[in-house]
């Protein structure tokens, strides 16, 4: 079944406000060398895959392993993580919520129920001053605009969570099976290393063929995701058009529509924030939104949202 949302809303949660503080905190040095090595052991990886295609080139298997590992993960980023998670935008069945936790953590971006309180942070503060991921705070001219850029991209995961996050995630708290999901993290995540350096190794029967299926669909894999992702917060928030009203500087933009499966259409996505469908118009390409429709083809989801064509005309913007 699918509802048409009559009225955008502004969250998918009710406006919470617990007390924030206008400075960003830093992470505690463990905290910053956790995220330093996170950030830089999948570019790192990036590097020596490079170094191995000098005389040797990219074969078949690596390719198939990337795009594969790739689709998977960014899928439960996207599907799993964001609309069914923090924009509740339709429903499933329990193992499928746990699968898409499992899928979604792959992409080593923190755990589930962490993601999903931060990004409804930045919904509730969408490019004000409070807003975590906001590239727009960072002063005058160009080193301004680089310091925004490099905060909303990564440098926030330099620093510490904003105050009352659990209050954000309440519901999926009362789970006791997507509490232990999301707690799971550091397995999924090493899962999506040895799934894909299984996959080389039976593929090509060795060792070698193990390590270049971590490598590529492991380590190359996470770093093109994680950059991916975060590029929905930075240049989507920068760059690209604004067909409709929102209450910050999100943007359409047509190159991380497609990368990041349908995300890219940020600025359709703050304006109908609770809806399955991020690219409304029909050459607005939108994997995720296709692949939730294909689970509702096969009964594993329903209640799936879409702004009606009455909110859209009414939220266009006009100049």
């Known amino acids: 079944m699918i509802h048409s949302i009559v009225c955008p809303a502004v969250a998918s949660t009710a406006k919470l406000t617990p007390p924030v503080s206008k400075k960003h905190v830093r992470l505690s040095l463990g905290g910053r060398?956790?995220?330093?090595?996170?950030?830089?052991?999948?570019?790192?990886?990036?590097?020596?895959?490079?170094?191995?295609?000098?005389?040797?080139?990219?074969?078949?298997?690596?390719?198939?392993?990337?795009?594969?590992?790739?689709?998977?993960?960014?899928?439960?980023?996207?599907?799993?993580?964001?609309?069914?998670?923090?924009?509740?935008?339709?429903?499933?069945?329990?193992?499928?919520?746990?699968i898409f936790t499992a899928i979604g953590s792959m992409s080593v971006q923190g755990s589930m129920i962490h993601w999903v309180g931060l990004h409804r942070w930045h919904h509730q503060h969408s490019d004000n001053i409070?807003?975590?991921?906001?590239?727009?705070?960072?002063?005058?001219?160009?080193?301004?605009?680089?310091?925004?850029?490099?905060?909303?991209?990564?440098?926030?995961?330099?620093?510490?969570?904003?105050?009352?996050?659990?209050?954000?995630?309440?519901d999926l708290q009362k789970s006791p099976t997507l509490r232990v999901a999301s707690s799971l993290f550091p397995l999924w995540a090493i899962l999506g290393l040895l799934v894909p350096a299984a996959i080389g190794g039976v593929v090509a029967g060795s060792w070698w063929g193990a390590w270049i299926g971590l490598l590529w669909g492991g380590f190359v894999r996470i770093f093109l995701v994680h950059h991916v992702t975060w590029s929905v917060n930075s240049v989507c928030h920068i760059w690209g058009s604004r067909p409709f009203r929102s209450e910050d500087e999100s943007r359409d933009n047509v190159l991380f529509g497609l990368l990041a499966f349908g995300e890219g259409w940020h600025n359709s996505h703050h304006a109908f924030p609770t809806s399955a469908?991020?690219?409304?118009?029909?050459?607005?390409?939108?994997?995720?939104?296709?692949?939730?429709?294909?689970?509702?083809?096969?009964?594993?989801?329903?209640?799936?949202?879409?702004?009606s064509q009455e909110a859209q005309r009414r939220e266009q913007r006009t100049k």
């Open 33 to 98: 060398i956790a995220t330093f090595i996170g950030v830089t052991v999948p570019f790192v990886g990036l590097v020596t895959a490079i170094v191995f295609l000098w005389g040797w080139g990219i074969h078949w298997t690596e390719l198939a392993i990337l795009l594969g590992m790739y689709s998977t993960t960014v899928l439960g980023v996207t599907v799993g993580f964001h609309r069914l998670f923090v924009h509740r935008s339709f429903e499933t069945y329990l193992p499928v919520k746990v």
């Open 130 to 170: 409070e807003d975590v991921h906001s590239p727009h705070h960072g002063g005058g001219g160009l080193l301004g605009f680089l310091n925004g850029f490099w905060h909303s991209h990564i440098g926030w995961a330099f620093h510490a969570d904003p105050p009352g996050l659990d209050r954000y995630v309440q």
């Open 277 to 307: 469908r991020h690219g409304l118009r029909w050459w607005q390409l939108d994997f995720s939104y296709w692949f939730i429709r294909a689970l509702a083809f096969c009964g594993c989801a329903w209640n799936l949202k879409l702004p």
